[in-house]
């Protein structure tokens, strides 16, 4: 497994202090990138909070999903969550270590009582003496919230004085892509009231060791959820439900609980969201398909990736982006003069990057740019890698809607049928496309439409 060391430099450790005017949060940015650029400490917001108890707890959740391994636990180092603003929302994420779970707070323009938000994306620091801190508010008495330095500040620090290193696996980061892609397709399943969902969510196991195997399915009953042993339509696929315990942290203060899925083809496990809405904020958690089985393998962005069109509309998308909170698909294809559809893989493509997230409240990408080089999760996908080597090498042939791939001593057949491409290899034999195509299909991909590859177009 391909992975690198990634070094968080703060100017100083975030701080919860209190004085005789009140307490004030102060969480200290590393680098990233705004619209003028990058800055080696950005300032996003100076203001209240309008709910701190609630919003402290939404950021504890946060870092415990950042903190936590899900499966084969290690006492494994975590990277600081990733706090965006734009413009007129913070949304702070993270993602597991196993890579199995996604978390968002999004504290919202009605949580927010400052005179701006500012746009752009960075690492924040959250240490064990803040969680500490944090975890001892239990009034919502005035708080004062910094994301970034202090303005005075701001043009007198004379270099960083907290350094973290934690490792950054290409898993970790394909993983984090193909969250947001997998959020892109799911549907609202049910909405639950503020009891229904603290009894609900209180049900589910909290299991200290490894999450279950296996996966659970639920389905809206009236206003209520009740489990069902089969996927019927309309069911929201619960894999590993002890991983949904960074949500008690808030539970007390839900106003309900939204439950998002994929359509149901059939009885293979699938990703789910599950979103607690709050006063002024949301706090959103993702679940791979599998407690074992973390996001970086699902496949859904590689056929994004496999073509230079892609790669190029992505490119001119990009700089039509500007932090916006919700980005809409038509407003870029009109300002582009691409198509809807184009658009749409362009943003996928994109969110490889991580330079955008999706909102399941909203319907909706939104514009960030995570403050890693995050194309080494292209550059370095497995899958892709492989079918940019067989097309490359001249191992395709084509035959009208049949094509043929050459791949060690075997020869694989890959057919095209109702827009989808199929294969005789093991891969497909498995998986029947629940986790993207196969290194053949894509290789295929390629070659018809042309793609720049290794070796030249074949």
Request: hydrophobic content about 45%.
């Amino acid at each position: 497994m391909t992975r690198s060391v990634q070094a968080l430099a703060y100017a100083r450790p975030s701080a919860l202090e209190s004085s005789q005017v009140g307490a004030s949060l102060g969480l200290e940015t590393a680098g990233g990138l705004t619209p003028r650029g990058a800055e080696a400490h950005p300032r996003f917001f100076a203001g209240f909070l309008s709910a701190p108890r609630i919003a402290a707890r939404g950021l504890l959740a946060v870092a415990d999903v950042a903190a936590a391994r899900y499966y084969q636990r290690t006492l494994a180092a975590s990277l600081d969550p990733v706090v965006t603003g734009n413009g007129d929302r913070l949304r702070f994420e993270s993602f597991s270590g196993c890579c199995g779970v996604y978390a968002r707070l999004d504290v919202l323009q009605e949580g927010l009582e400052g005179e701006w938000t500012g746009h752009g994306t960075t690492n924040v620091d959250v240490n064990n003496p803040l969680r500490d801190a944090l975890s001892r508010i239990t009034a919502d008495d005035p708080l004062h919230l910094r994301v970034g330095p202090e303005e005075l500040a701001v043009t007198t620090l004379d270099g960083p004085v907290v350094e973290k290193k934690v490792p950054l696996p290409d898993r970790w980061l394909r993983g984090f892509a193909e969250a947001q892609v997998a959020s892109a397709g799911f549907d609202l399943r049910a909405e639950l009231s503020a009891a229904q969902a603290v009894a609900f969510l209180r049900s589910l196991p909290r299991g200290s060791g490894n999450a279950a195997r296996g996966a659970q399915w639920v389905v809206a009953s009236g206003s209520a959820l009740r489990p069902t042993t089969r996927p019927v339509p309309g069911a929201v696929c619960l894999p590993g439900p002890e991983r949904l315990v960074a949500l008690q942290r808030v539970l007390r203060h839900a106003t309900a609980l939204r439950v998002y899925g994929p359509p149901v083809a059939d009885g293979a496990p699938v990703a789910s969201a599950w979103e607690v809405v709050l006063p002024g904020m949301r706090l959103t958690l993702t679940l791979s398909p599998d407690a074992s089985r973390g996001f970086s393998g699902e496949g859904g962005v590689l056929a994004a990736l496999a073509t230079d069109e892609a790669a190029a509309d992505a490119e001119l998308v990009s700089v039509l982006l500007a932090w916006e909170p919700t980005i809409e698909p038509a407003t870029l294809a009109e300002r582009s003069g691409l198509s809807v559809e184009r658009v749409r893989a362009a943003l996928t493509r994109l969110g490889t990057a991580g330079r955008v997230g999706y909102d399941l409240a909203d319907a909706a990408y939104f514009h960030r740019e995570l403050p890693y080089d995050a194309d080494r999760a292209e550059r370095h996908n497995p899958r892709l890698v492989a079918a940019r080597e067989l097309a490359g090498a001249g191992a395709v042939s084509l035959d009208g809607t049949v094509a043929y791939v050459a791949s060690g001593d075997r020869r694989y057949q890959v057919r095209e049928g109702d827009g989808a491409l199929t294969c005789t290899c093991q891969w497909w034999a498995d998986y029947r496309g629940k986790r993207g195509p196969c290194k053949h299909a894509l290789a295929v991909t390629m070659v018809r439409r042309g793609a720049t590859v290794a070796g030249g177009v074949r």
